[in-house]
């Protein structure tokens, strides 16, 4: 299995950017696809984004789509998910995942296996 660590996490106002960063170790990330979720307060954890491992491509929900890019660099082991033009809706905590299923584009965050801990990300009107 892989570990993963978020971080970049902060607080921000509406209409700013911020590049959230996920930090593997353990098992050769290229085994993996890997996916970035959201959760807010009172509300379940949604999918964001998603890059696979073969051939990287990726996929967004549409809430973000054309904000937000998802990158990975396996050389160096790394995630990152580039955030502009935020707005408060934005808010949550920000978690990084790992799969190995085929389905990872899919959204569901039962196809992934292995998550980090979380970074927070407030956006202020």
């Known amino acids: 299995q892989v570990q993963l660590v978020e971080s970049g996490g902060g607080l921000v106002q509406a209409g700013d950017s911020l590049r959230l960063s996920c930090t593997v170790s353990?098992?050769?990330?290229?085994?993996?696809?890997m996916g970035w979720f959201r959760q807010a307060p009172g509300k379940e954890r949604e999918f964001v984004a998603a890059?696979?491992?073969?051939?990287?491509?990726?996929s967004y929900a549409d809430s973000v789509k054309g904000r937000f890019f998802i990158y990975r660099d396996n050389a160096r082991y790394s995630l990152s998910l580039q955030m502009n033009t935020l707005k408060p809706e934005d808010t949550a905590v920000y978690y990084c995942?790992?799969?190995?299923?085929?389905?990872?584009?899919?959204?569901?965050?039962?196809?992934?296996?292995?998550w980090g801990q979380g970074t927070q990300v407030t956006v202020s009107s």
């Open positions: 353990g098992r050769p990330f290229s085994y993996y696809a």
């Open positions: 890059i696979g491992y073969v051939d990287g491509r990726t």
């Open positions: 995942a790992a799969t190995k299923s085929e389905e990872f584009e899919s959204g569901r965050a039962i196809e992934y296996d292995t």
